[in-house]
């Protein structure tokens, strides 16, 4: 499985970037998907996550401002994000899995990250 994101680059604060991830190399009816981001000096951070039945999880500090959307015929996911803010600067990676159970989704499948600066 080829995971790889595109779409990064560098944004005044309270512009907006759509992110987007091809998958390859696989064809599950049954997945999770979803987008997480490092900024230097912290953990990562998971931001947000679609699974195949069409739930759909985000993190608290970017709701109402990132959408998570996916297009099966492309194999491809989005991230939609609007308002941006300066703390939203990171590496952001999508990661997916043929598998999940509830919450827990092991995401065995990353990208190699692209780098989203946002500057005030």
């Known amino acids: 499985v080829h995971v790889v994101e595109s779409g990064g680059g560098s944004v005044q604060s309270g512009g907006s970037l759509t992110l987007s991830c091809t998958a390859s190399?696989?064809?599950?009816?049954?997945?999770?998907m979803g987008w997480f981001r490092q900024a230097p000096g912290k953990e990562r951070e998971g931001v947000a996550r679609?699974?195949?039945?069409?739930?759909?999880t985000y993190a608290d500090s970017v709701k109402g401002r990132f959408s998570i959307s996916q297009d099966n015929a492309k194999n491809t996911l989005y991230l939609q994000m609007n308002s941006l803010k300066p703390e939203d600067t990171a590496m952001y990676y999508c990661?997916?899995?043929?598998?999940?159970?509830?919450?827990?989704?092991?995401?065995?499948?990353w990208g190699q990250g692209t780098q989203v600066t946002v500057s005030s």
């Open positions: 990661a997916a899995d043929g598998y999940y159970s509830g919450p827990y989704c092991p995401f065995g499948y």
């Open positions: 190399g696989y064809t599950y009816n049954y997945y999770c």
């Open positions: 679609i699974d195949s039945d069409g739930t759909l």
